[in-house]
């Protein structure tokens, strides 16, 4: 079960575990993820073990972060993550989502790929979050009509819509 929240604080107290802090980006400061969150312009998505932060970049467009504990992460995050697609393209303005996938994050792009996301472009040693040297970083998007043939519901509406269409 997802729901959205304006409240960053469960992802706030995931993002500075001691575990999960490296990979966020540079610095071991705190990460306070509550003034994002409280932004309506944005979507937090929570499950269980953790969630999701799409940050709006521009009309429809999304930059997702996953934060989960390692206890969410497996087959409960795949079926967190398909009703998290599907709840942020069927009930918000997104077109397209994108995410960065470092090199030395290989979990990042397994997720990504799984989810349907597929590579647009990459750039090489330019990413040096959790590791003293500087690796490659995959951007990786997902748009709706891509999400759309994969999500099993939205098949199944799509042909009903359809049957409804010739029906008539």
């Known amino acids: ?4 929240t304006l409240d960053g604080t469960f992802l706030t107290e995931i993002a500075n575990r ?3 802090r490296p990979m966020i980006g540079p610095g071991d ?10 932004n309506p312009e944005h979507y937090v998505i929570e499950a269980e073990h953790g ?5 709006a970049k521009g009309p429809g467009v999304y930059e997702i972060h996953s934060l989960f504990l390692p206890e969410g992460r497996g087959a409960s995050f795949f079926k967190a993550a398909r009703e998290m697609l599907r ?3 069927s009930r918000s303005d997104a077109t397209e989502i994108w995410t960065r996938c470092p090199d030395d994050n290989p979990g990042a792009r397994m997720a990504a790929l799984k989810n349907g996301f597929r590579e647009v472009f990459r750039r090489e040693d330019v990413w040096n979050v959790g590791t003293p040297e ?6 990786q998007s997902l748009t709706i009509d891509g999400w759309a043939l994969r999500d099993a519901e939205a098949l199944s509406r799509g042909r009903e819509f359809h049957e409804v269409l010739e029906a008539a």
């Open 1 to 4: 079960m997802i729901r959205r």
């Open 18 to 20: 001691p575990d999960i």
């Open 29 to 38: 400061g705190f990460v306070d993820l509550r003034p994002i969150a409280s």
């Open 51 to 55: 969630g999701w932060l799409l940050e």
């Open 87 to 89: 709840y942020v393209f």
């Open 134 to 139: 500087q690796c490659g970083v995959s951007y």
